[in-house]
């Protein structure tokens, strides 16, 4: 008894002597764990993530697009297409999350080259995470539009104004760590897009599992799908009122200890960008031309 007495006295006497600041922080920052996962940039267009601790920071820039020559019969002429632009992301408060893609996409098919420029911007709360641990929540709104800005036919170019979509959204999502090293995200939004002059309805979900091997490593497995309600015309032409579009990509990260690297992702759609982007359904193929993409980027963590 006499030697816990002591030692519970000099526990207090040094605690007392070296008081510890509580740091204003999410509670990942304040109980820091054993490393399992390093910290990976989820800066996609559908985001399931965000930096972990108050004014954190995360940068990327992608590049990333597909080449089908016409010999490989899927079209009767070369086709392809070519993306670029940065994404960022901040946590604004233990709370609050502010994030936004801007890209220049280039798409050509033999006498017509497109060159659309979009922008995303987001705001997400996280009214859980705080009190559930192993959760992170985002009660998600958010702004997109996709602009045609010039088009190239038969080598004449034109400069065009008014076309393009702008898709409000808001929703909710969460991502639970269901182990160590794997963690299952999902979410449900209700978009609503302007398209010309007229309107679309959509409902968005998806599913995202990841997994760490290594603390450097993650693989991403996601599917995401959407549901399109159309007005009963769409910029004067008969369109299909409502239709079911999916998208499926793999994703291998790899991220140092300095807080950079590496992300490569391979993606397939069943319609080309449909719901995503409405701007590409001027042209009705869009709907069920199947397309896949591959991206290359650069993850930047900035503490």
Request: net charge positive; proline share 5%.
């Amino acid at each position: 008894m006499l030697v816990v007495a002591v030692a519970g006295a000099g526990v207090s006497t040094t605690a007392a002597a070296k008081p510890q600041a509580i740091p204003v922080t999410t509670s990942e920052c304040a109980a820091p764990r054993p490393e399992t996962t390093r910290e990976h940039p989820d800066l996609g267009a559908v985001r399931y993530g965000d930096p972990g601790c108050r004014r954190r920071v995360w940068l990327g820039v992608d590049l990333g697009g597909v080449v089908l020559p016409a010999r490989l019969g899927l079209f009767d002429q070369t086709v392809w297409t070519l993306r670029s632009g940065p994404a960022w992301a901040i946590r604004l408060s233990p709370w609050l999350s502010a994030g936004g893609r801007h890209g220049l996409s280039v798409f050509d098919a033999a006498n017509v080259r497109l060159r659309v420029h979009d922008h995303q911007v987001e705001l997400a709360a996280h009214p859980a995470e705080q009190r559930r641990r192993g959760v992170h929540d985002r009660l998600t709104l958010g702004l997109e539009t996709h602009a045609v800005l010039k088009s190239t036919v038969d080598g004449v170019e034109f400069r065009l104004g008014g076309v393009r979509d702008t898709v409000l959204y808001a929703g909710y999502g969460m991502e639970h760590r269901i182990a160590t090293r794997l963690q299952l995200g999902w979410h449900l939004h209700f978009r609503n897009a302007w398209v010309f002059r007229d309107t679309q309805r959509q409902l968005r979900a998806g599913l995202r599992l990841a997994f760490s091997p290594r603390p450097a490593h993650r693989l991403v497995a996601s599917a995401v799908g959407f549901g399109v309600d159309r007005s009963p015309t769409q910029a004067g032409r008969v369109m299909p009122r409502r239709g079911v579009y999916g998208q499926f990509a793999v994703e291998y990260a790899w991220m140092s200890r300095a807080g950079i690297g590496p992300v490569l992702q391979a993606r397939y759609t069943t319609g080309f960008l449909t719901g995503e982007a409405p701007i590409y359904e001027f042209r009705a193929e869009s709907l069920s031309a199947h397309y896949a993409d591959a991206t290359l980027g650069v993850r930047v963590v900035w503490r």
